[in-house]
């Protein structure tokens, strides 16, 4: 029991608990996040979604088709340059 006594094993121990606490907490709160899990919703299964709302009267044909627009837009990147307007000559 003397070598507990030597401040240096004191301050080893000391910083290996603090590790495994600190690593214990980051896997807890990655499991409660889902961190590792990636449960975004892809844009397939999201238009999937708005079209059942279609089906089932949720939502009207032209707000579908607004969305499944405002999609596409998203999905290619919609750049300045692509957007229509963006030219030059096109002014106010």
């Keep these: 029991m003397d070598v507990l006594s030597d401040p240096a094993v004191k301050a080893g121990l000391a910083l290996l608990i603090l590790i495994i606490v600190s690593a214990a907490a980051f896997f807890l709160v990655a499991r409660l996040r889902d961190y590792t899990n990636g449960d975004r919703d892809t844009t397939s299964s999201g238009l999937l979604n708005?079209?059942?709302?279609?089906?089932?009267?949720?939502?009207?044909?032209?707000?579908?088709?607004?969305?499944?627009a405002a999609s596409h837009r998203t999905d290619e990147g919609d750049a300045p340059e692509k957007r229509p307007g963006a030219d030059d000559g096109a002014r106010s």
């Design 50 to 68: 708005f079209e059942e709302m279609r089906l089932k009267g949720d939502i009207s044909e032209e707000e579908f088709r607004t969305i499944q």
